[in-house]
């Protein structure tokens, strides 16, 4: 499950992860992946991204992992919907 993936969602918060002390953005998502049921998405950027709450996103992303119902995943590129 390496492929990209294309997203249009709606920028929620952004947060750090408790133990990795990571950065990622909390993004609105209700549906299924690869069967599994997804609440909502987070989004780890590589280098310093700033996506605003409220803000409509069309993401370009890498799976990483789906944890309690949460898609994890790498941004590789973004664009704002206007």
């Known amino acids: 499950m390496q ?10 918060a952004k ?3 408790l133990k990795s002390r990571k950065t990622f953005f909390r993004f609105h998502f209700k549906g299924f992946y690869s069967g599994l049921k997804i609440k909502e998405i987070h989004v780890y950027p590589h280098q310093l991204t700033e996506l605003t709450k409220g803000e409509d996103y069309l993401l370009w992303v890498k799976y990483q992992a789906v ?3 949460v898609l994890e995943v790498s941004l590789l590129k973004y664009k704002k919907i206007e």
């Open 3 to 12: 492929q990209m993936i294309l997203i249009l969602s709606r920028c929620q």
């Open 15 to 17: 947060r750090m992860a």
């Open 67 to 69: 944890k309690e119902s």
